[in-house]
């Protein structure tokens, strides 16, 4: 029998029930405001709650703490602390202050600084963020307690994701506050930002995933011929979830609860071996600590059950890759969520108004959120027919952008589109009011009902980037709206105008239509929109005056932190392309090259018999055989030495930028010529003799 949701929800938690159940009244309170407001946290406080949270940890089984927290590796990192503090008499008490949960102290150098901290400065600090609940980790064999905490260097800079999304988080926080008070609300303290990303991966079986060291080292094949069968049926889609994948994701989910995370929906993809995860939206840093769970739990799990969770963006050529919607709202500490039109948007001026600053953020800023969205293996995955292109753009469905078209025909918007009835034709079937509109799966940045979801995000990293970015650019936008309105003297006119203005100004990154059809590739060049194809030409949109200037404002990221980042970009890019280069050499040097040869021998070896056995038979399938593989053998041996050569010119390369590049333009060409010869050549050796599993054996037998 398996446990009551209800008993495994949040059990390893130490949660706001947790805390309110064990902690004094009066700690409890000061936790409290301290987590709602940001107040200071006493020290005293602080000890009592790490005497409470280390007792319950125990009580669980815990034998260490650790601060969890997630430099720029784009994973997670912990560093673990028993609790036993030995006595002399050979007995342990175990102990755990207010400090230690506060501040923890672990050797920064090792960790990637993009140059903000020289290999002798060490010293870094994690700090607690206490807006974000402890948990405990438990695997099998082990039982952590974890303390979310962001991690800066000795001079302050931010090394890592959460610093500057918890800034972000205060700088919209503030802007936002101005705006309402100009429309008259004073009650609201705070705004919260959230988010609700959907968490798409593949499935493989375990066995088969360890025959291929592609996988293995780089997370994606960098070798294999389309299987007959691929997506095209459109069969996998919400299909009936196979039992195996089914008993993993009831697992899955099971261990995602106990951690509270809202594990909520899941379905098949659109490619075979392909699913989804979403979880209830939560607070932007809680979601942002969960989906690192996320993705480090399906990993954990699969690989107990005998399977292994591809998160690469593109794990198949051929075969759609995985991405992770972004989906980000904003609501006052009240519960207003300020992203609702209600259900007549033309009237709800506070609405029309971030509603055209996110219009102008997305604009002036398109640039900035391409980038959030980069990484290496997205790049094969954007543009591509999949997912959205590198092109920016916003789909506001048809009832806003009515409203809009409404403001720049006449001035101003007098009515809104409502909902019809949703009629089938069938008497039995119910009716209801139909959505005010359509969905448009191709756009990058949709407004689906009372929430923007941003579509380009790649299914590995971590959601922080995309998060500081959209917080930044609506908190600069609205920064700039404040500081004129608040000067305005017919306050209403001036808003009403702002809005006309921005709308029209703005205009041209508003579009409905096919999002990855060619014609709009067309028409947003004429747009002048920005197309972005790959992460290197993406990169330096993070140091542009114009984004230090505007992060720097806001308190989200200095300009030394901004470059360091970048620095760390380009090294991963090229740290990526080195290791899928080396590994594409050392799999066609090792394996395939030779089982070529062999099978080459084995069919000459036979062509002798068949001469000796009957001299009359016609063997010139035999013969054109031999020759066509030898034609792809003579190719992919030459492209074996101009892809070591690439590499071994782009090792040399000391600057970073310039380095990618070339691993970019050149390392990636070379690789591309290799894997051509490898996928006709697994077409014309026979299936024993290929040395790796097929496409189809990985994505249609999990
Ligand atoms: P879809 O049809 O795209 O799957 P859903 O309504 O199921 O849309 O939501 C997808 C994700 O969006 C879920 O993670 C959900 O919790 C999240 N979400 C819903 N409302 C909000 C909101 N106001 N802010 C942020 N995320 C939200
Ligand atoms: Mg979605």
Not at 144 to 164: Q, R, V
Not at 329 to 340: I, P, Q
């Amino acid at each position: 029998m398996k446990q009551d949701i209800r008993e495994i929800f949040g059990a390893n938690v130490f949660s706001d029930a947790v805390m309110k159940e064990r902690l004094p009244k009066a700690a409890y309170k000061k936790m409290k405001a301290t987590i709602e407001s940001g107040a200071e946290l006493d020290p005293d406080v602080a000890d009592i709650v790490a005497h409470e949270m280390k007792e319950w940890a125990i009580e669980k089984g815990a034998t260490h703490f650790t601060h969890w927290f997630q430099p720029l590796t784009g994973i997670t990192a912990e560093k673990h602390d028993a609790f036993i503090d030995p006595q002399h008499d050979g007995t342990t008490l175990l102990r755990f202050s207010g400090k230690e949960l506060i501040k923890g102290e672990p050797d920064a150098s090792s960790f990637p600084s993009g140059g903000l901290r020289a290999t002798f400065e060490a010293r870094g600090y994690t700090a607690w963020d206490c807006t974000s609940p402890a948990f405990i980790k438990e695997t099998p064999h082990s039982t952590i307690l974890c303390i979310p905490t962001a991690f800066c260097s000795y001079k302050g800079e931010a090394l890592d994701m959460k610093t500057p999304l918890l800034r972000s988080m205060q700088a919209i926080s503030l802007q936002v506050l101005r705006i309402l008070k100009l429309f008259g609300n004073n009650e609201v303290k705070q705004i919260i930002t959230y988010a609700g990303p959907e968490q798409e991966y593949f499935l493989v079986d375990k066995e088969t995933f360890l025959k291929r060291k592609d996988l293995i080292f780089t997370g994606r094949t960098l070798f294999g011929a389309m299987p007959p069968k691929g997506q095209e049926m459109d069969d996998h889609y919400f299909g009936v979830i196979p039992e195996r994948v089914l008993g993993f994701m009831d697992q899955f989910n099971r261990e995602l609860w106990k951690l509270g995370i809202s594990a909520k929906t899941q379905h098949n993809e659109v490619a075979p071996a392909q699913h989804e995860l979403a979880p209830i939206y939560d607070q932007t840093n809680i979601a942002t600590d969960h989906n690192q769970l996320v993705m480090e739990t399906a990993q954990r799990v699969a690989d107990q059950m005998g399977m292994k969770c591809l998160l690469h963006e593109k794990p198949f050529y051929g075969i759609n890759g995985s991405g992770k919607h972004n989906n980000w709202s904003m609501a006052t500490d009240l519960g207003e969520n300020l992203l609702d039109p209600g259900d007549t948007p033309h009237e709800n001026v506070q609405f029309l108004l971030i509603l055209a600053a996110i219009i102008r953020a997305v604009d002036e800023n398109a640039e900035l959120l391409r980038l959030s969205a980069s990484t290496p293996g997205n790049d094969h995955r954007l543009g591509g027919h999949e997912a959205p292109p590198s092109i920016i753009s916003i789909f506001l469905g048809e009832q806003l952008q009515d409203v809009v078209d409404q403001f720049l025909d006449a001035g101003e918007a007098t009515r809104s589109i409502e909902g019809e009835e949703y009629y089938s034709g069938v008497h039995s079937l119910p009716t209801f009011t139909k959505d005010v509109t359509d969905r448009n799966r191709t756009s990058p940045f949709a407004f689906t009902g009372n929430k923007f979801e941003f579509r380009m995000p790649s299914s590995s990293q971590s959601i922080a980037d995309p998060n500081i970015v959209i917080n930044t650019i609506v908190a600069d936008v609205l920064s700039d709206m404040a500081d004129q309105l608040e000067e305005a003297e017919d306050l209403s006119m001036a808003i009403h105008d702002m809005i006309k203005n921005t709308m029209r100004k703005h205009y041209r990154i508003l579009f409905n239509g096919n999002g990855y059809s060619e014609e709009w590739v067309e028409e947003a060049k004429k747009r002048g929109l920005p197309n972005i194809k790959c992460m290197v030409d993406a990169i330096p949109a993070l140091v542009s005056d114009k984004s230090v200037t505007m992060f720097e404002k806001h308190g989200v990221f200095t300009r030394a932190e901004l470059e360091s980042r970048a620095e760390i970009m380009y090294e991963t890019y090229a740290k990526t392309l080195h290791i899928e280069g080396l590994t594409m050499i050392d799999m066609a040097k090792k394996q395939i090259l030779p089982a070529c040869l062999r099978y080459q021998s084995h069919l000459a070896e036979s062509l002798i018999n068949i001469k000796k056995a009957t001299p009359d038979l016609d063997v010139s399938v035999q013969e054109s055989l031999m020759t066509d593989i030898q034609h792809n053998v003579t190719e992919f041996y030459a492209a074996i030495g101009d892809l070591e050569e690439a590499v071994h010119q782009a090792e040399k390369i000391e600057d970073a930028c310039s380095q990618g590049h070339f691993y970019h333009d050149v390392v990636s060409a070379a690789m591309d010529r290799l894997r051509a010869p490898a996928d006709r050549l697994e077409m014309l050796v026979s299936k024993n003799n290929w040395p790796l599993p097929s496409y189809g054996d990985l994505i249609f037998e999990v």
